[in-house]
């Protein structure tokens, strides 16, 4: 594979219990160096989008949150933990759908290339260096800077083509 691209899939198959616990571990590891508090919401959060399979928003989570903890959850509980989330480093906002996916790789930084099926709603995340240097060199000569890359491409996944 070229050394400019990589690809990461956020959803088939699903994780295993050894990399669903390695993506905990790192946040954790993240939280301690970062000095912020994993707390327990948090974690909870992220340990339902690692298991959610496929991307998801925050009123969705919010739901599986309520009856996973047998009360209501307000929506400002939920954004702050994603917010925390995404801050972290170990989970990733899909702009198009307003949804969230976990980075399964957060210690690897990066900027990502959303690959999304409109059928399946499967989505995969792909680095491509050289993709992101062009982009730069665009702003750049534009006189533009940028603070972050976000590129989402929508199609059909080899499955439901």
């Known amino acids: 594979m070229d050394q400019a691209a990589h690809t990461h899939s956020h959803d088939y198959p699903p994780l295993t219990q050894a990399q669903r616990e390695a993506a905990l571990g790192e946040a954790e590891m993240l939280a301690r160096q970062k000095n912020v508090s994993l707390t327990r919401q948090r974690q909870t959060v992220f340990e339902l989008l690692l298991d959610a399979g496929r991307p998801i ?58 690959l999304i099926c409109t059928c399946c709603k499967k989505a995969v995340e792909t680095d491509n260096k050289d993709v992101h240097a062009a982009l730069g060199k665009v702003a750049s000569a534009s006189g533009f800077k940028t603070d972050r890359q976000v590129i989402e491409l929508q199609g059909l996944c080899s499955d439901c083509q």
Do not use: W
Request: include cysteine; charge should be negative.
């Open 57 to 114: 928003g925050a009123y969705a989570l919010m739901e599986k949150l309520s009856k996973k903890e047998q009360r209501g959850v307000a929506p400002p509980t939920i954004y702050r933990a994603l917010d925390f989330l995404v801050e972290l480093g170990v989970v990733s906002r899909l702009e198009s759908s307003n949804e969230f996916i976990p980075c399964t790789h957060p210690t690897d930084p990066h900027d990502c290339i959303f």
